[in-house]
């Protein structure tokens, strides 16, 4: 079975014992490890993956073929995405006519930072660059971009580079609608066993929470050298109980991102109870 997620330490964390054995039931697993915006692509051309991992963003193109799965994504508080700049008196104004770099043009983390622009930066930001998150903050720093929206654990690092917090869009959505901030989501092929999906799934996140030792040189292995306590305070923040199931305020906190976002044409219109 093709599964592909990211290499970050929340994804690694999550189906390290589902993709190695160690779920009874579960098949094997060709996995390959991408950035949001390749899976985000590929989910909306059916490129042949079993399960993904995907923006909720995303979610509104993929669903003829994919169907959303309940649990192993990123959802939760304190863990939105950041817009970030090297002036450190920088604000929401400041970006007006400004390039600013994003992730993916349908990750979540963009589209929440165009509900808040839309109503925050006057005449609204200028071009809009896609690049690896990876790559953001250096650029970013160096000045080939005038600000720089970033994901996962950018937040635990960007001072390193100088830069400074211009909006933090978790706290902005959390305050606005009460609700958890959807980030990554898990999707799989409507023809599969899509129960037992979400049952390999949450053995996985189960595994991971009794065993954490043994994911640890896996986790460690693909987080591009990141420290091994940010690794941590990154698995800390995005793998909770959300990860082990949605449950009523995650399915709300979706239906709240999409709602508004087909309310202002920026997603195509689809029946949101067929999320669930």
């Not at 592909?4 to 330490?9: E, L, N, R």
Request: aromatic share 10%; proline share 6%; net charge negative.
């Amino acid at each position: 079975m093709k599964i592909a997620y990211s290499p970050c330490p929340n994804d690694t964390f999550t189906f390290h014992a589902l993709v190695h054995g160690l779920i009874a039931g579960a098949p094997s697993f060709d996995v390959t490890y991408a950035d949001i915006d390749h899976t985000n692509g590929w989910a909306s051309t059916d490129d042949g993956y079993d399960i993904m991992k995907i923006s909720y963003a995303a979610l509104p193109w993929i669903l003829p073929s994919y169907k959303l799965i309940p649990c192993g994504g990123a959802l939760g508080r304190g863990c939105g995405p950041l817009v970030l700049s090297a002036d450190g008196q920088a604000n929401a104004s400041s970006l007006s006519g400004k390039r600013v770099a994003v992730p993916s043009e349908r990750s979540t983390a963009y589209l929440l930072f165009r509900l808040w622009a839309a109503s925050n930066v006057p005449g609204g930001v200028g071009e809009i660059v896609v690049m690896p998150f990876h790559e953001i903050m250096p650029a970013v720093r160096d000045g080939a971009i005038d600000a720089g929206l970033v994901i996962h654990e950018a937040r635990f690092t960007y001072q390193n580079y100088g830069l400074s917090q211009v909006v933090d869009l978790g706290h902005w959505w959390e305050s606005d609608t009460g609700l958890p901030i959807p980030l990554g989501a898990i999707i799989a092929k409507r023809s599969l066993d899509l129960e037992a999906v979400r049952e390999w799934i949450q053995q996985s996140v189960r595994y991971a929470w009794k065993h954490p030792e043994v994911s640890r040189d896996y986790v460690l292995a693909h987080a591009q050298e990141m420290d091994p306590t940010v690794a941590q305070a990154h698995i800390d923040l995005y793998v909770n109980a959300f990860t082990e199931s949605l449950g009523d305020d995650g399915f709300a906190a979706v239906e709240s991102l999409l709602g508004r976002a087909m309310g202002e044409g920026l997603v195509p219109a689809f029946d949101l109870a067929s999320l669930r």
